[in-house]
């Protein structure tokens, strides 16, 4: 049991496929795991292991030709997302108790893809801020050091990624939330061009800000499970059809980017000075190897007032349950509801046509170099007990999302983006460096990501025993 949680994704894949391993056997392997070192970091304390055998042994009656991409292989969902039959709460209080009735669209596609769920991941507070605790779960630690943050919203996928719990995860990410915890817990996660990934609609039918997408322990898992992932629903109007692109083949074609940009901080400083020189080290090494290598960024100066505006926005919807609830929701949540409730239809328009410029001088930027690099998060790993990063490099944050914007930026341009790991400070903890494409370049993405991870040797660096 402790080699097959050490395998990659694709490794246990290919023995669900040729009858080595079986998908009862996953669960068996991750219910014991899941039981040595799940309380030491919270990240998945929702579990359906009698859903999930049900459905192991419904799938083991098909041929392994019809059991999917995935054959098998156990994923968590993050507890955002319904699961029919599971509780799920959104991390809040108002919902502690609540059960899904039917599962969302993107969770009956990965099961059809051949996904087996077992877990629901801990998350902030119906995901918002980069710190994954709530009233209902409490606090996820960071595995690295578990008196630190594991960032968020996707915290308890990415912990559980490197602890051995999971071996792909899924999570979503509006304003970093799976890139923000892949930097902080030494994993994977990638931010998909919006559409790429089908999901039920609820509010906003036309929202490009969240997106769901996989998450990982290196390169070429991420790209399995972003397999398993797309495709077209016709109940997701956004949605794009799958175009025969193999993602996973795209990563291991051995493709490699010419001419890359990097930059310590986008134009929207401050960043962290250890995580800039750690972004820069990596840059190096993609040098010494032969890529060009400039500093550059296209202007992304409105990008603060672009986020806090469209961000505020999102939170506008929410007003039924601040009238019904304000005393359940936390103070952050509350704040952001109030800044959206107040936004005229002239800052609306202003933050519409921002995003339409940036996205813009995004597009043209990638006329000149194949990837933009940058820093994942500007900090490395805070202390598990500060709610929020509040001041960086002298400077002082106003509000739970200004310490964002260096992954808030990047999503207001619709270009697909991952996090992966490309050092560690000098306090051993992991730092991630955020990889930008062109809009719907996930193949280039992932190309030159594998290409990037085989050059810094970090491609394997966890699962890790929680450290105290």
Same mark, same amino acid.
């Given at each position: ?15 669900? %496929? ?11 392997? !991750?219910?014991? /795991?899941?039981?040595? +070192?799940? @309380? ?35 994923? =968590? ?15 809040? $209080? ?11 669209? *993107? ?51 990415? +912990?559980?990624?490197?602890?051995? *719990? ?37 509010? %906003? ?23 398993? *992932?797309?495709?077209?629903?016709? @109940? ?23 001419? +890359? @940009? ?56 929410? %007003? ?10 936390? =103070? ?25 410029? !940036?996205? /813009? /001088? ?10 933009? !690099? ?30 964002? *914007? ?13 996090? !992966? ?8 903890? $992991?730092?991630?460096?955020? +990889? ?12 030159? @990501? ?19």
């Amino acid at each position: 049991m402790t080699e097959l949680i050490h395998m990659t994704a694709l490794d246990v894949v290919a023995g669900l %496929k040729d009858g080595a391993i079986s998908p009862l056997d996953c669960l068996d392997a !991750l219910e014991r /795991r899941i039981a040595t +070192v799940g @309380a030491s970091v919270n990240a998945l304390p929702t579990l359906c292991f009698e859903r999930a055998r049900a459905h192991a042994r419904a799938l083991m009656e098909k041929p392994v030709a019809e059991r999917g991409p995935l054959a098998g292989l156990p994923v =968590p969902i993050k507890d955002l997302m319904d699961v029919a039959g599971v509780r799920c709460t959104q991390g809040s $209080p108002i919902f502690k108790d609540r059960v899904a009735d039917v599962s969302d669209l *993107m969770v009956r596609h990965l099961e059809a893809n051949g996904g087996i769920v077992y877990a629901m991941s801990n998350t902030p507070e119906f995901g918002a801020g980069a710190h994954t605790f709530n009233e209902v779960f409490g606090l996820t630690r960071n595995p690295w050091n578990t008196r630190l943050s594991a960032a968020g919203s996707s915290g308890g996928a990415a +912990v559980a990624l490197a602890t051995g *719990m999971a071996w792909v995860a899924h999570g979503s990410d509006l304003g970093g939330s799976l890139r923000n915890p892949a930097s902080f817990c030494g994993v994977t996660g990638l931010r998909p061009s919006p559409g790429r990934v089908a999901a039920s609609v609820f509010t %906003k039918i036309d929202s490009t800000l969240g997106v769901e997408g996989p998450m990982a322990r290196n390169i070429t898992d991420l790209a399995l499970l972003l397999d398993a *992932m797309v495709g077209e629903e016709a @109940a997701d109007p956004l949605s794009l059809p799958a175009d025969g692109t193999s993602y996973l083949a795209a990563a291991r074609s051995g493709w490699r980017p010419r001419r +890359v @940009a990097v930059s310590r901080d986008l134009g929207l400083p401050p960043v962290d000075r250890e995580v800039a020189g750690l972004v820069l080290a990596a840059a190096a090494k993609l040098e010494a190897a032969g890529v060009i290598v400039e500093e550059a960024h296209p202007d992304l100066t409105e990008a603060r007032d672009c986020a806090r505006t469209l961000r505020a926005l999102s939170y506008a919807n929410m %007003k039924p349950l601040l009238d019904a609830h304000r005393d359940l929701l936390k =103070p952050e949540v509350v704040w952001n509801i109030e800044q959206g409730l107040a936004l005229t239809g002239a800052d609306i328009a202003r933050a519409e046509a921002q995003r339409g410029e !940036l996205f /813009r /001088r995004m597009r043209a930027f990638f006329d000149s170099f194949d990837l933009l !690099l940058c820093p994942a998060t500007i900090v490395p790993p805070f202390p598990a007990g500060q709610r929020y990063v509040t001041e960086c490099d002298g400077v002082t944050f106003s509000s739970y999302v200004d310490w964002l *914007m260096i992954v808030h930026a990047v999503t207001l341009t619709c270009s697909p983006a991952l996090s !992966l790991p490309c050092g560690f400070t000098a306090d051993g903890l $992991p730092v991630g460096l955020q +990889v930008v494409a062109p809009g719907r370049g996930e193949a280039r993405l992932l190309a030159g @990501a594998r290409f990037i991870e085989q050059v810094l040797g970090l491609g394997a660096i966890t699962p890790i025993e929680p450290r105290g």
